[in-house]
């Protein structure tokens, strides 16, 4: 590697540590209250110390649509959603609602024959392809004036798929050379389980490896991880940049074709299958568990919410989600009982989204709460950016309609001050509702593990375990009251905050970047929660049989 590479290489190290030195706060920093502690969590514990005590709610059902769940792992698999009314494994559909054997929820991306899809386009090249057959080798002078904005967009599409294609294409090489110098370091010094100090120790007349031994031995001390788990990131990111090139850009490769129905047909149901895991459901799990893994079982991590069952309904594959798809999970969940959706993902188009806002209609009708994570872009978003949304897009006679059953997310780190926002997360003083812990986050990971990660999607699903709480033992609030009450008790920070994506030293005051200008806080949803007269007059029996059933 030249000088030129070592920089660059250097370059990368440095983003490293930024993202993933981020991991020094407690396991549990996200349940931790800021009125006893340094770290602005959202008061789980003291939740159920001092006001749930041992008072029991009533059983939610919240429907995670995500890459899969592992039903199976010891966290989760005592709050995994059942499906009563369906034999497992006998080959037919039993409750006769269109899905064969659905035990703990569907699977959207496989077939009957129990293959499943891991890849899928984004939305971009999906349009850009749409848009290539039709201007594929035509030359701009023969394109009449009503196609000229299309022809635009079309060229404006190819521009941007490039660009990210080139990007994709150095970092891919740059993380592979940083991976591999860490291999010839690990056969050099010779030893399993490599510490800290075996690198600083480390000699080499090669200026390149002792230059990776340092920085390597930095990281290790920066994130408190093994070698073999530094390593094991850099490899995963050099895959990552090269899924960018193999699945996400690549018009060759066919996304849908295992699956094989027609994505742009939204009425068609009776694809799938009910392998709700899948073959990559990091992602979903790790969701899964912050919502609901098993509280007080003296396993790895606590969910935020006791008194759930976990549905899963696997929609989201590596790449971007199809918007039948999300329609048709969403449909799922309310025709099976959700009371709470939470939706880690999103994308920057959405050609289905008249499909998308029925489903989120339909979700409404039947009072359900929508919990949507803004998205990692660092920027603000709008409803022409950021999908899917609370806007619907046909419009009413005074403007726009908006689902008030929705919460918009964005993540807070556990630091304090000008960097309590999380750097990756988007804004907006009227798209976003509320923030929530979102930086090393501690959960369930497949095959009984566990794992810290950072984003908006691991933010949403704290609200959504708020939110299920509420559902639990305030069963008769309505959605609207629910999304109501978690904005109103959020804890509002006048304080100035780097502006996520911003120039050096930019900074903004925080409430500004959402609808509420808060962080949520249990604790102070549930104490305004017991002052709000409910909607659903069958349920407050209910919530007056949960509130004196202890003496506090």
């Given at each position: 590697?030249?000088?030129k590479g070592?920089?660059?290489?250097?370059?990368?190290?440095?983003?490293?540590?930024?993202?993933?030195?981020?991991?020094?706060?407690?396991?549990?920093?996200?349940?931790?209250?800021?009125?006893?502690?340094?770290?602005?969590?959202?008061?789980?514990?003291?939740?159920?110390?001092?006001?749930?005590?041992n008072?029991?709610?009533?059983?939610?059902?919240?429907?995670?649509?995500?890459?899969?769940?592992?039903?199976?792992?010891?966290?989760?698999?005592?709050?995994?959603?059942?499906?009563?009314?369906?034999?497992?494994d006998?080959?037919?559909?039993?409750?006769?609602?269109?899905?064969?054997d659905?035990?703990?929820?569907?699977?959207?991306?496989?077939?009957?024959?129990g293959?499943?899809?891991?890849?899928?386009?984004?939305?971009?090249?999906?349009?850009?392809?749409?848009?290539?057959?039709?201007?594929?080798?035509?030359?701009?002078?023969?394109?009449?004036?009503s196609?000229?904005?299309?022809y635009?967009?079309y060229?404006?599409?190819?521009?941007?798929?490039?660009?990210?294609?080139?990007?994709?294409?150095?970092?891919?090489?740059?993380y592979?050379?940083?991976?591999?110098?860490?291999?010839?370091?690990?056969?050099?010094?010779?030893?399993?389980?490599?510490?800290?100090?075996?690198?600083?120790?480390?000699?080499?007349?090669?200026?390149?490896?002792?230059q990776?031994?340092?920085?390597?031995?930095?990281?290790?001390?920066?994130?408190?991880?093994?070698?073999?788990?530094?390593?094991?990131?850099?490899?995963?990111?050099?895959?990552?940049?090269?899924?960018?090139?193999?699945?996400?850009?690549?018009?060759?490769?066919?996304?849908?074709?295992?699956?094989?129905?027609?994505?742009?047909?939204?009425?068609?149901?009776?694809?799938?299958?009910?392998?709700?895991?899948?073959p990559?459901?990091?992602?979903?799990?790790?969701?899964?568990?912050?919502?609901?893994?098993?509280?007080?079982?003296?396993?790895?991590?606590?969910?935020?919410?006791?008194?759930?069952?976990?549905?899963?309904?696997?929609?989201?594959?590596?790449?971007?989600?199809?918007?039948?798809?999300?329609?048709?999970?969403?449909?799922?969940?309310?025709?099976?009982?959700?009371?709470?959706?939470?939706?880690?993902?999103?994308?920057?188009?959405?050609?289905?989204?008249?499909?998308?806002?029925e489903?989120?209609?339909?979700?409404?009708?039947?009072?359900?709460?929508?919990?949507?994570?803004?998205?990692?872009?660092?920027?603000?978003?709008?409803?022409?950016?950021?999908?899917?949304?609370?806007?619907?897009?046909?419009?009413?006679?005074?403007?726009?309609?908006y689902?008030?059953?929705?919460?918009?997310?964005?993540?807070?780190?556990?630091?304090?001050?000008?960097?309590?926002?999380?750097?990756?997360?988007?804004?907006?003083?009227?798209?976003?509702?509320?923030?929530?812990?979102?930086?090393?986050?501690?959960?369930?990971?497949?095959?009984?593990?566990?794992?810290?990660?950072?984003?908006t999607?691991?933010?949403?699903?704290?609200?959504?375990?708020?939110?299920?709480?509420?559902?639990?033992?305030?069963?008769?609030?309505?959605?609207?009251?629910?999304?109501?009450?978690?904005?109103?008790?959020?804890?509002?920070?006048?304080?100035?905050?780097?502006?996520?994506?911003?120039?050096?030293?930019?900074?903004?005051?925080?409430?500004?970047?959402?609808?509420?200008?808060?962080?949520?806080?249990?604790?102070?949803?549930?104490?305004?929660?017991?002052?709000?007269?409910?909607?659903?007059?069958?349920?407050?029996?209910?919530?007056?049989?949960?509130?004196?059933?202890?003496?506090?």
């Amino acid at each position: 590697m030249n000088k030129k590479g070592i920089w660059f290489f250097l370059v990368i190290v440095f983003c490293y540590c930024q993202v993933f030195g981020q991991l020094k706060p407690p396991k549990d920093w996200f349940h931790l209250d800021n009125a006893d502690s340094k770290y602005l969590g959202v008061a789980t514990e003291t939740l159920y110390k001092k006001i749930i005590k041992n008072r029991k709610g009533q059983s939610v059902v919240v429907a995670v649509i995500d890459s899969g769940v592992d039903y199976k792992h010891e966290d989760l698999d005592d709050v995994m959603w059942v499906n009563e009314d369906e034999i497992p494994d006998n080959g037919i559909d039993d409750d006769k609602n269109g899905y064969i054997d659905d035990i703990h929820g569907w699977n959207y991306l496989g077939n009957s024959k129990g293959e499943n899809a891991a890849h899928a386009h984004t939305e971009l090249l999906r349009l850009y392809m749409e848009y290539d057959k039709q201007f594929k080798d035509v030359k701009e002078s023969e394109i009449p004036k009503s196609n000229r904005e299309k022809y635009k967009r079309y060229l404006s599409f190819n521009e941007t798929i490039e660009q990210k294609k080139a990007e994709a294409t150095e970092n891919a090489f740059l993380y592979k050379t940083i991976g591999n110098a860490a291999d010839r370091l690990e056969k050099a010094i010779g030893k399993p389980n490599i510490t800290q100090e075996d690198l600083r120790n480390y000699k080499s007349d090669n200026p390149l490896l002792s230059q990776v031994a340092q920085v390597l031995a930095d990281i290790m001390a920066e994130v408190d991880g093994s070698f073999e788990d530094v390593k094991n990131d850099l490899i995963e990111g050099a895959e990552s940049f090269e899924n960018t090139l193999k699945y996400y850009f690549n018009p060759e490769f066919n996304a849908r074709g295992i699956i094989g129905d027609n994505p742009k047909d939204y009425n068609q149901l009776g694809y799938g299958n009910n392998n709700v895991k899948g073959p990559d459901s990091d992602h979903g799990t790790h969701v899964a568990g912050i919502i609901a893994a098993e509280r007080n079982n003296g396993l790895g991590m606590d969910g935020v919410a006791n008194n759930v069952k976990i549905m899963a309904l696997r929609a989201v594959p590596d790449g971007d989600e199809e918007d039948k798809d999300v329609a048709h999970a969403i449909r799922y969940a309310v025709d099976n009982g959700a009371q709470v959706i939470n939706m880690s993902f999103g994308k920057s188009f959405s050609p289905g989204k008249e499909a998308v806002d029925e489903a989120v209609k339909y979700a409404l009708k039947n009072d359900v709460v929508l919990v949507h994570g803004s998205g990692n872009e660092n920027e603000e978003i709008f409803t022409y950016n950021n999908y899917p949304n609370d806007e619907f897009a046909k419009k009413g006679l005074f403007g726009p309609k908006y689902a008030d059953n929705w919460i918009e997310v964005g993540a807070i780190s556990w630091k304090s001050g000008e960097d309590m926002v999380a750097e990756f997360s988007n804004y907006s003083a009227e798209h976003v509702d509320v923030f929530a812990p979102g930086v090393a986050i501690y959960s369930t990971k497949p095959e009984n593990d566990y794992q810290n990660l950072q984003g908006t999607s691991m933010a949403s699903p704290v609200v959504a375990g708020l939110a299920a709480m509420l559902r639990s033992y305030f069963p008769d609030l309505s959605a609207k009251q629910v999304r109501g009450i978690i904005l109103q008790s959020s804890v509002v920070q006048n304080q100035m905050v780097k502006l996520p994506g911003g120039e050096e030293g930019e900074k903004v005051l925080f409430r500004k970047l959402s609808v509420s200008g808060g962080v949520v806080n249990v604790v102070k949803a549930f104490e305004i929660a017991m002052s709000t007269k409910g909607k659903n007059k069958k349920n407050s029996a209910m919530r007056k049989k949960i509130w004196e059933s202890v003496t506090p």
